[in-house]
Nanobody, 124 residues
Framework: QVQLGESGGGLVQAGGSLRLSCAVSGSIFSGNAMGWYRQAPGKQRELVAAINRDDTANYADSVKGRFTISRDNAKNTVYLQMNSLKPEDTAVYYC??????????????????WGQGTQVTVSS
């Protein structure tokens, strides 16, 4: 039973945009903070952005001003709008959910729910 399902990844040129979507089972969406992580080859998984149930959002310094996270409560979906993409944004992007906004941002090893990931490739 898929509880978090990402879509929207793909290949884009540097400077371009993509919007990732994560469809979430209703029982999970309403009770959890949501976030996006990414993992590039040979690197650790890192937080990209997180959004709490009250729409409070946090971003990695590397994406501030370029990426926007949002959640649509009617559709049980969280989005990541990515603009001005750079080759260093290339990674597998994962949707994540956890009851604790703090844990979602600071303790990835303990996050309760993960999606399968979607590949984002930015060409130079």
């Amino acid at each position: 039973q898929v509880q978090l399902g990402e879509s929207g990844g793909g290949l884009v040129q540097a400077g371009g945009s993509l919007r990732l979507s994560c469809a979430v089972s209703g029982s999970i969406f309403s009770g959890n903070a949501m976030g996006w992580y990414r993992q590039a080859p040979g690197k650790q998984r890192e937080l990209v952005a997180a959004i709490n149930r009250d729409d409070t959002a946090n971003y990695a310094d590397s994406v501030k001003g370029r990426f926007t996270i949002s959640r649509d409560n009617a559709k049980n979906t969280v989005y990541l709008q990515m603009n001005s993409l750079k080759p260093e944004d290339t990674a597998v992007y994962y949707c994540a959910a956890d009851p604790s906004f703090l844990a979602l941002r600071l303790m990835p090893s303990g996050i309760r729910y993960w999606g399968q990931g979607t590949q984002v490739t930015v060409s130079s």
